[in-house]
């Protein structure tokens, strides 16, 4: 049996979708985009969506607007994609790397968060791994104590909740990656929420290069743009916005086959010799982005070669940030973070995948733990 780490969960409404863009004359941002972003933050009870390029732009975006710059420092996961901390430095300031909660919760420590704030502390950025989110209730009370703005990295959390409240509503911002291997994929593609209307209306204006009139406004009507401040080129475009709105009527389908995925995995891996399985008790419903596990192996690559061998794709999530080259002059010590980054596999998990794929997975996983 073949099973790939990742398919993507296209199909005919997709290529419709594209095709009535083209046929529209109108890809560059547009309507597509006005009403994926209506969409998207109207299923997430946000009051304000923004869509732009990619992850990265959004996060960069809320640190801008939130007026973190050379000198400040904000805290953030290592065991995350470096884009969480790379935006930190694109805004001149310090990413400080707090550790995660422990090896059943892989999200941002509030005791360790708390104690790396320091009088040049301006932000947080809890990253929910996984689609589990971090313990937002109580790092934004942190927060709040200290004056500092809460930005969600929700890039693996669409439609995801903790404690009865949906992720992305908690902070200042969130914001939402629509890259080709999340639950919804563009290709490239992102997008933040906020409930604050004058936050919303300034990331629309940076989004576009600080123009007061975009292209389809001047369609319209609009009289010719001013530029009333400095911005970036991180707009979205129609034929993207048109397959994020075809991706977004099928997420809740999505999550729910996931979770019986999720399930599955967890009834057949339980108990088993050499690995450990997080988030055994998490308060709400996960996106189940990835579905990861710590392996005792000794050699996690020779696991994945055999496993691969054996028609099974992995991955892992994630190398911790603090170890790479770049930044490993932070000197983070972050104990739980790196035994995550040691043992952690990352198993297949996607819409098309089959109950007797699961089985097949696990089958394979327990035969190659056995054989060290």
Known sequence: MQVPFFELNYGPEETA??????????ISMGPRCAEFEQRFAALHGAAHGVAVANCTAALH????ICGVGPGDEV???SLTFVA???VVRMQGATPVFADITSLDDWTLSVEDTARKITSRTRAIIPMHYGGFGADMPRLCALARAHGLRVIEDACHAPLATRDG?????FGDFACYSFYSNKNMATGEGGMMLTGDADLAARARLLRAHGMTATAYDRERGAEFYDVVDWGYNYRLDDIRAALGLAQLAKLEDDL???ARLVERYRRNLDGQPGLHLPFRDYPGRPSHYVFGVLTDHPDRRALREALKARGVGTSRHY????QFACYRASGARLPLTEEVGRRELSLPLFRAMTLEQVDY?????????RRG
């Open 17 to 26: 979708a594209v095709v009535a863009a083209l046929e529209s004359r109108w």
């Open 61 to 64: 975006l809320a640190l801008r």
């Open 75 to 77: 805290i953030v996961p």
């Open 84 to 86: 969480t901390a790379s």
């Open 165 to 169: 409240r949906t992720l992305g509503t």
């Open 256 to 258: 729910a086959h996931r």
């Open 319 to 322: 190398p911790p940030v603090h």
């Open 361 to 369: 997975v696990c089958e394979q996983l327990c035969e190659c733990l």
